[in-house]
């Protein structure tokens, strides 16, 4: 079985500070990361991908992949009280049939505290 | 969310008896997923499609059937529900291959509650 590991949280950080968010994968196969912010009833939005090493930026977002170690990272700088939500990491697996799908972590719940 | 519709978006339903969840699209897009979300076990794939007529079962699939007649539309069937089934179920839909380019685009989610 394929999985996608994060530690569920509540990660609580100050307002103005780094949140770093974790996420382990365990097949080695796996090309492309994502992450994903689910907001309390509502459904997933994707806020990044990546599937090179390193690092990639998009305004107070950085996704991290380092493919040796099986992880992804998000860190989200000058957090504010709006990024309060769950973060989902995600990991494609190849499948049959030229199909691709996405397996999802159980998500990290981050609290921005005033 | 734009382009992608679920219904019903909520239903109350007794066990044992059959329910169909539909997702619908006017994206045109080729791929197509139902996945379902329980505390504490996140998005777990239940079926996907890659084109007309086209499925493949996920990792939580028993006790689920899908249909996909046209692009546009991607049924989801309990074909006898329980108690167990009780969930949040999202349908995602994505443009095509490599998934790093796209991602996926979700709906707004069914909640089905089996009594």
């Known amino acids: 079985q394929k999985e996608v590991e994060q530690n569920s949280g509540p990660l609580s950080v100050p307002e103005g500070a780094i949140a770093s968010l974790n996420c382990t994968y365990s097949d080695r196969g796996s090309q492309s990361f994502f992450w994903y912010r689910q907001y309390s009833g509502k459904s997933p939005e994707l806020i990044m991908s990546i599937y090179s090493n390193g690092d990639k930026e998009d305004g107070r977002f950085t996704a991290q992949l380092n493919k040796a170690s099986q992880y992804v990272s998000l860190l989200i700088r000058d957090s504010q009280p709006s990024d309060s939500a769950t973060y989902l990491c995600?990991?494609?697996?190849?499948?049959?049939?030229?199909?691709?799908?996405?397996?999802f972590g159980s998500g990290t719940r981050l609290s921005i505290r005033p | 969310d734009a382009g992608i519709t679920q219904s019903p978006r909520h239903k109350v339903t007794e066990t044992g008896t059959p329910v169909t969840l539909r997702c619908h699209q006017t994206e045109n897009h080729r791929y197509m997923y139902w996945y379902r979300q329980d505390p504490g076990h996140g998005l777990r794939l239940i079926h996907y499609s890659y084109g007309v007529k086209d499925t493949d079962k996920g990792e939580v699939s028993d006790g689920y059937s899908v249909s996909r007649s046209k692009t546009e539309d991607f049924l989801l069937t309990l074909e006898s529900a329980t108690s167990s089934q009780t969930s949040v179920y999202f349908c995602?839909?994505?443009?095509?291959?490599?998934?790093?380019?796209?991602?996926?685009?979700f709906g707004s989610g069914t909640r089905l509650t089996v009594v």
């Open positions: 995600a990991v494609n697996i190849e499948g049959a049939s030229s199909a691709s799908k996405i397996i």
């Open positions: 995602a839909i994505s443009p095509g291959l490599p998934l790093a380019n796209y991602g996926y685009t």
